[in-house]
């Protein structure tokens, strides 16, 4: 059977546009907000993803950091960042949704019962920022029996030889990190050659699906759009952080700024 | 777990970079994966580089000050009446702390990997003032991460700096301490590490940082061992080693030649003030392993994994991991840790102040709690040597709010 990552992607293509993959954090700006803001702006994005708030998150530029940190002072915990998961799956059973955190929260709570509580939330796929392969590979294996989708990431710095060996085990969809940074920096390459570099992994086996993230807003976003699929996370941070800080509602404005990214690439 | 005779602690993990099959590995995420790839590979080149290894016994000697001097604390042992107590006075090398170990070898990889800028982390201020340091001496443009609390409490260290010309970037989030100082140096380097060397500060965080950290403090123990022996004719019996653990490369240094010896180890974690829950003992309060700035180690953290706050008057202890190689050790019951309160330091401080010629800053002073506490309880043949690794002048702030006057 497909998986619904798959699924999305074959829509996608056959729509000629890239998917819209959106990032927010769990529990940001709380936990009730967070499940309105993602059944929002899950109308106009293909896939959703959802950050698992840590409070040391080595591989995060200032805005999901200040989201995460927002959202564990607001009382986010894992168990009710899987209550928001499942409440978003019952209502659209459809939309994949991929939890992406740090390996500490899945090593506390062990591997099977963190993937147990993913299969009966419903989430479509993970990505573990600090678990690079080859040392995923027994964790992604156990992801794969359990019908999830383990995402791998490769990046600027990736070497020829790992790219082969990452795409060749990889799952539905893979990530490729524009840029040498952390997330939310700005896109300090061109576009030309985040594509270039895209391509180089995509000839490694044109079947696979791989998205770009990192450094992407709706100023950027169209220059990227014959890849498979973008993600979009930093800027959606930074517009509930500054909804707070306006007295705006976080849920309308997330709305309006996933639906514009939507319209840039479609 | 056990550990191997006659091959060198750090090089005790498998294939995974796992020390007793569970500490320490490379949690990184994957832009860091080629710069840790070729510095290891570096590294492994270099360490047996007899070119190299010239170049840093030469800068140990001439630059940091070797060997620093081992000294009997003959009237802190008259004063306690039991064991005989000893201090290897780390704090004569250059920049006061044996932080400049690990900053002078990581200058000189810098050097040979023709990076031009070097960045690092700090608590206490030392590993930043010895960055700076020999950034400058070594010509590189230097960048320090510390944590606005440590800023403000550990001021002399960041004149120093400034002094060197480093630039010092204040870490705001989380406790504003040592760990998030970690984490955001951390990510300064996943931002630049195509250009950028990174330093750690301590035996913490991904392999090669703990690797090359206690390889270049293993220095301590290279000098004692020979001192000890010069001193006693062999190596006493009965001798205890004495060190406070924040990251833990002290220590490390400190114990490294003494491995497969009868030397019983002691590490000495921050206790925290007195009357309060929060700590940075992991080892000693027996918190659960988990990962900490790409490592697995026993870290102070919640059920769920969420990093705990942590407290402690020592800025350079104030951290709520620990070396992996500290929980290989524990568990292989090779060394044994306990913890001394705020107060504990405090007294300590004081009281080897007041006897002596050395003046511990708050880090030694926990070890030097310990030291106070046991010498009673034994006898004359028994040795106690701590590693008086910092100077109390860094902290004479601190001192003064907390004793009313400060001592030297
Ligand atoms: C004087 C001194 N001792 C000890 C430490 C603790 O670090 P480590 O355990 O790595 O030696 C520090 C850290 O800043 C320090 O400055």
């Not at chain 1, 998986?3 to 954090?25: D, M, W």
Request: proline share 4%; charged share 25%.
């Amino acid at each position: 059977m497909k998986s619904k990552i798959t699924l999305a992607f074959e829509k996608c293509k056959e729509e000629k546009r890239p998917a819209l993959i959106t990032y927010i954090v769990a529990g940001d700006n709380n936990e009730k907000n967070s499940l309105k803001i993602l059944n929002a702006i899950s109308k106009h994005a293909d896939i959703c993803e959802l950050g698992i708030g840590h409070n040391c998150p080595v591989a995060d530029g200032y805005q999901i950091q200040n989201s995460s940190y927002r959202a564990l002072r607001n009382g986010i915990t894992l168990k009710a960042t899987f209550n928001i998961a499942k409440k978003f799956k019952k209502n659209s059973p459809n939309k994949p949704l991929i939890l992406m955190g740090y390996y500490n929260l899945i090593y506390q709570m062990g591997e099977d019962s963190f993937l147990k509580n993913c299969k009966t939330s419903g989430v479509d796929g993970l990505i573990v920022v600090d678990l690079p392969f080859p040392e995923n590979k027994k964790f992604a294996k156990k992801c794969k029996r359990k019908s999830i989708n383990f995402i791998q990431l490769l990046s600027p710095t990736t070497s020829k030889l790992r790219m082969k060996k990452i795409i060749t085990q990889s799952h539905d969809m893979s990530y490729y990190i524009s840029m040498v940074s952390t997330t939310g920096g700005k896109l300090k390459v061109s576009p030309k050659k985040i594509l270039q570099n895209y391509d180089k992994i995509k000839k490694l086996n044109r079947k696979k699906n791989l998205v770009i993230g990192f450094g992407i807003t709706n100023k950027t976003i169209s220059s990227l759009k014959r890849a498979d699929g973008l993600v979009v996370g930093s800027q959606l941070c930074k517009a509930i952080t500054d909804s707070i800080r306006k007295k705006q509602n976080p849920v309308k404005k997330l709305n309006k700024l996933v639906y514009s990214l939507k319209r840039k690439i479609a | 777990m056990k550990i191997k005779k006659g091959i060198s602690l750090i090089d005790q993990h498998d294939k995974n970079f796992l020390y007793g099959g569970k500490f320490g590995g490379n949690f990184i995420p994957e832009t860091l994966k080629k710069p840790i790839d070729d510095l290891t590979k570096l590294f492994a080149k270099l360490r047996k580089d007899k070119k190299f290894l010239k170049e840093r016994d030469y800068y140990f000697k001439n630059y940091v000050g070797a060997p620093t001097p081992f000294i009997k604390l003959e009237n802190l042992t008259r004063h306690l009446g039991g064991a005989q107590i000893y201090a290897k006075v780390v704090s004569e090398a250059n920049g006061g702390a044996h932080k400049i170990y690990n900053a002078t070898v990581h200058c000189l990889i810098a050097k040979k990997a023709g990076k031009k800028y070097i960045v690092g982390d700090t608590g206490a201020g030392y590993a930043g003032k010895m960055l700076s340091m020999a950034a400058k001496k070594f010509g590189l443009k230097c960048k320090i991460f510390m944590g606005a609390k440590d800023i403000k409490r550990q001021r002399p260290n960041v004149e120093a700096m400034r002094k060197n010309g480093a630039t010092i970037v204040p870490v705001t989030s989380g406790s504003q301490t040592l760990v998030d100082a970690v984490s955001e140096c951390m990510r300064y380097w996943v931002s630049n590490c195509e250009h950028v060397h990174n330093c750690i500060g301590s035996t913490v965080g991904p392999n090669i940082f703990i690797k090359i950290c206690a390889w270049s403090t293993a220095q301590i123990s290279r000098e004692l061992i020979l001192q000890i022996k010069e001193e006693f004719g062999r190596i006493p019996k009965k001798m205890k080693l004495l060190n406070c653990v924040g990251g833990g490369s002290s220590a490390m240094g400190f114990w490294n030649e003494f491995m497969d010896t009868d030397a019983e180890l002691v590490g000495i974690e921050a206790g925290g003030p007195k009357n309060s829950k929060l700590h940075a003992a992991p080892l000693t309060n027996g918190s659960k392993i988990g990962i900490l700035h790409g490592a697995a180690q026993y870290v102070v953290q919640d059920k769920e994994g969420q990093i705990g706050s942590t407290e402690s008057i020592s800025a350079g202890l104030d951290y709520p991991g620990i070396s992996p190689l500290h929980c290989f050790l524990k568990d292989a019951k090779r060394a044994r840790y306990t913890s001394a309160s705020d107060e504990e330091a405090l007294k300590a401080y004081r009281l080897v102040s007041k006897l002596e010629n050395i003046s511990p800053s708050l880090e030694p002073s926990h070890a030097f709690s310990e030291a106070i506490r046991l010498a009673p309880k034994l006898k004359s043949s028994d040795v106690i040597i701590v590693n008086s690794c910092g100077d109390s002048l860094k902290d004479k702030d601190i001192i003064k709010k907390r004793l009313g006057s400060y001592v030297r």
